[in-house]
Structure formats: C-alpha cells, structure tokens
C-alpha cells in the first residue's frame, strides 16, 4: 500500500468529475469495471484502455505496451479484487477461487524499483503491463493481510459503491470523497433540516 498517493481523477457519468484516493494501489483498479452489475461500468474494453489506467496510476511507471492477454488479465484480476474487497467490507472471508487469481497475478516480477543520481526515487525502467499487475495483486495481498484488512469500507453514499481503505487516524472515513459524496451528504442534511425546521 502507498499512503503517499494522491489516488486517481473520476469522470463519472453524472455529475462533475472528482478526485478519488482509495487508500491502496489494488483499489484504484475498481473503477474500471467489475462482474455483475458492475459490468455496465466497463472501461478497460481494448489493451489501450488498459494503458491509460496504467499511466494514471500511483505506480508512474510511464507508458507501458499492453496485449489482448494482458487485458484479459487485468479484467480477471479487478473482477477478483471486486469480489474479495466487497467480502472484506462486509467482514466476510472471500472465495478461494477469487485468492487464487491474485496469487497467480503477483507470481510475475513486478516493476523494479530504481533509485536516481540524486539519491531520491526514480520512476522503474521499462516495464509490462504483468508487471504490473503483479504490483497491484502483490498490494492486495499486503492489505487482506495486514493491519488495515479490516478497515476497508463501501462509500457511505446513498447511490455510491467505490471501495477504499480508511488509513485515517480515527478510522472514522465515511465516503470516497468529501468532494463528491461527503458533500452530497451535506446538502441533503442541510435541506432536510431547513425543511423539517419551515414545518413548525
């Protein structure tokens, strides 16, 4: 996981597009798509797509070439990830099927971190999209197993599924985004309370 991220920009159907930080690499992959119902969400439907979500996240590996395999593999690993986030955030275990496709995602070598001349991090060589996803399964792995497993949420919107871990110090986080969803909340508060206050 990387606490220092800034997460991704969301352009949502509806409504104004807005910054999302979800907390860990592996769930800023749920925005693209997901099985079921999630599907009408799909965006990762040629290996470009793939690409531009690869260059848009916390990773910064740089443009990176992606095959129809590859693809396919992202979207079987999100769809993995979907599964397994949503079981955690409701305090259940997930499927065996579901730990095994991550498993098998983090076994390729993921990018290799480089260190530059002036002795700071430097964005990894030259790498593939299975690196990648390796980089993303592999912080999957580190999250379902480590001290925030039990932190991750649903968006406390009302009309709102985006998934994320609550790294705050209270672990009181309630929605994806104060921008969007928190804010929401409190218009609607605000006109219930104006309403309920013009009633007497």
Same mark, same amino acid.
């Given at each position: 996981?990387?606490?220092?991220?800034?997460?991704?920009?969301? =352009?949502?159907?509806?409504?104004?597009?807005?910054?999302?930080?979800?907390?860990?690499?592996?769930? @800023?992959?749920? +925005?693209?798509?997901? +099985?079921? %119902? #999630? %599907?009408? #969400?799909?965006?990762?439907?040629?290996?470009?797509?793939? $690409?531009?979500?690869?260059? &848009?996240? /916390?990773? =910064?590996?740089?443009?990176?070439?992606?095959?129809?395999? @590859?693809?396919?593999?992202?979207? @079987?690993?999100?769809?993995?990830?979907?599964?397994?986030?949503?079981?955690?955030?409701?305090?259940?275990?997930?499927?065996?099927?579901?730990?095994?496709?991550? !498993? /098998?995602?983090?076994?390729?070598?993921?990018? $290799?971190?480089?260190?530059?001349?002036?002795?700071?991090? %430097?964005?990894?060589?030259?790498?593939? &999209?299975?690196?990648?996803?390796?980089?993303?399964?592999?912080?999957?792995?580190?999250?379902?197993?480590?001290?925030?497993?039990?932190?991750?949420?649903?968006?406390?919107?009302?009309?709102?599924?985006? =998934?994320?871990?609550?790294?705050?110090?209270?672990? /009181?986080?309630?929605?994806?985004?104060? @921008?969007?969803?928190? !804010?929401? =909340?409190?218009?609607? %508060?605000?006109?219930?309370?104006?309403?309920?206050?013009?009633?007497?």
């Amino acid at each position: 996981m990387d606490d220092a991220a800034t997460g991704l920009v969301l =352009h949502p159907r509806e409504g104004a597009a807005f910054r999302f930080d979800p907390g860990a690499l592996c769930l @800023e992959l749920l +925005p693209t798509g997901g +099985p079921g %119902a #999630y %599907a009408r #969400y799909e965006v990762l439907h040629r290996p470009a797509d793939l $690409a531009d979500w690869i260059a &848009a996240c /916390r990773l =910064h590996t740089g443009e990176v070439s992606v095959d129809d395999s @590859e693809l396919a593999a992202a979207r @079987e690993l999100r769809d993995a990830l979907w599964r397994l986030t949503e079981a955690r955030a409701a305090g259940l275990a997930g499927t065996a099927e579901d730990y095994a496709a991550v !498993n /098998r995602a983090a076994a390729v070598p993921p990018p $290799a971190p480089r260190i530059g001349p002036d002795g700071r991090r %430097a964005a990894p060589g030259p790498t593939t &999209a299975s690196a990648v996803l390796s980089a993303v399964a592999r912080d999957a792995v580190d999250l379902f197993t480590g001290p925030y497993a039990d932190r991750i949420r649903v968006c406390g919107g009302h009309d709102c599924q985006l =998934h994320f871990v609550d790294t705050s110090r209270p672990g /009181r986080r309630r929605w994806c985004s104060m @921008e969007r969803c928190g !804010n929401r =909340h409190k218009v609607r %508060a605000l006109r219930a309370r104006q309403a309920g206050g013009g009633e007497g």
